[in-house]
DNA sequence: CCCGAAGTGTGCACTTAGTGCCTTATCGTA
DNA sequence: TACGATAAGGCACTAAGTGCACACTTCGGG
């Protein structure tokens, strides 16, 4: 568009000038057919500074991703080892539906791309697997190794050997058998997140899928019941970890509770 | 390797050298710094040769997801409606692993490729993700649309219109909350093959993890029980499909069983 | 007031993936 | 032996992504 006035104001934020750049010219010419150059030019920079600010022409279509795994990460990180870890996960799910929430339009037109860009259909789902990943980490087995995306060095430690697949701990006491079920429900989640986010974008976006994503969550919570049951007894998350507790007699429930709060290390926000 | 001899015998399988060699190389070298051309030439072709076999360089790692998915469809198209759905979906994700167990090195290799190569993982957790959505397919929701991966022709066909969101056949009789239950039922058992088929690749491709998939499967297939109870109840797959077998009364059992296979297009096999 | 340091934008040259078009070789078949 | 189909090779071209050097702005400190 304009060419070369106004660079004095608004100076930050060229990525996002990139990404709307980006997003407007890919729906209506076509995302292979859209070049950087065009994207750079429409955003009023140069094409070499596009790459200064997404690595592939696919990431100035979703920018958010990465900062809302972060979050994603610190919130499990920070959640308190005595709530119940499907409650978790589910809030969790909960952090990334409000990243699209928070912007309707442009998950809208976000979805729309997606629908019809094989490429970038293919990148949402590796971000959503992300999140899954991190879900299963948190429940307690590290599917199958590193925590981010793996920047390709991180060879796996030696020393650290896993145990014989033949003759595990004992029948579905927390080893292999927990691990499964820690997988099998973080994908649960995630797809009931993905059922409701994608509900909510076929609409248009229009209304708060919040509820919806509850009420999915809940309903998923109670399937996945009969294993949460046995968490317990099994090896959980945190389950290694105890929490002392010294107060006085005199202290009210609320004082207790809070404690408790800092004491797990939950935000205190 | 061997630079220009031997182009008489063996002329077909050029797909397979190139795959190997893009393989092995990948492994020794580092995928992102083995160009079309070392490939190519390892093979003993032309680097256009390369791009006729396949689309990208990725997809020279994995040859069979295409084929293997064809398979899983066909099958799923082809199974009795008089089965439970969960059985089936399970059944298919077995044909899946059969794909990996048929060659075990060239998949630990895969394995171990994928483990550091970013757009590797990205390229099969895509491909696992078709193998969901045929799933979900098959479970009576479209998830989101297309059959295939959508090869970006495929307007939404005009005329074909979503019906309202808002006021749906019932409160669960078929409609929104039962697709929820698709969707997350597919991804559990694709979270359970997958977590399978890991295990056995960590453990270096030795064994067999046939029957650790079907008691995965068994699990998830319990837990999941709740829902799959009411499927008769509610709008399932196939439901409205009847099947009128006319045959006498001295027939035997396993006869009458024949011919609801023939009659609901099972395969022969 | 001047001077580095750091961050950000630019220009340029280069490698490589992927495509389109046309030519060539090979093979089965009439 | 000629012919048509199919696989392969050659060649030129576009565009993504990278490395490098350079310019400009903004601080903060002497």
Redesign the pocket.
Same mark, same amino acid.
């Given at each position: 568009m304009d060419d070369g006035r106004d /660079?004095?104001p608004a /100076?930050?934020d060229?990525r996002r000038e990139l990404m709307s750049a980006a997003i407007s010219l890919s729906l209506t010419t076509g995302f292979?057919? %859209? %070049?950087?150059?065009e994207i750079?030019r429409a955003a009023?920079?140069?094409?070499? %500074?596009f790459?200064?600010?997404?690595? %592939?022409?696919?990431?100035a279509i979703f920018p958010d991703h990465d900062e809302c795994l972060e979050r994603v990460v610190a919130f499990l990180d920070a959640a308190s080892p005595l709530r119940p870890p499907l409650l978790v996960i589910a809030e969790a799910a909960g952090i990334v539906l409000d990243m699209y929430v928070e912007d309707p339009d442009t998950a809208v037109k976000r979805y729309e791309l997606t629908r019809r860009v094989p490429a970038l259909r293919e990148r949402e789902i590796a971000a959503t697997s992300r999140y899954q990943r991190a879900f299963t980490r948190y429940l307690g087995g590290r599917s199958d190794e590193a925590t981010g995306d793996g920047a390709a060095g991180e060879a796996a430690p030696a020393g650290a050997k896993e145990p014989p697949v033949g003759p595990e701990v004992g029948p579905g006491v927390g080893g292999e058998a927990a691990r499964l079920r820690h997988e099998v429900a973080a994908a649960a989640v995630v797809a009931a997140h993905n059922h409701v986010l994608r509900s909510w974008l076929r609409g248009g976006g229009r209304g708060d899928p919040r509820a919806r994503l509850t009420s999915a969550m809940d309903e998923v919570t109670r399937a996945l019941q009969p294993w949460a049951d046995g968490r317990d007894a099994s090896g959980d998350a945190h389950s290694d970890e105890v929490v002392v507790l010294v107060t006085t007699r005199r202290a009210p429930l609320w004082k207790i509770a809070e404690e408790i709060r800092n004491a797990t290390g939950e935000p205190p926000s």
């Open positions: /660079r004095m /100076r930050r060229v292979d057919e %859209t %070049t950087v150059d750079a009023g920079v140069a094409r070499r %500074t790459f200064r600010h997404f690595r %592939t022409k696919e990431d």
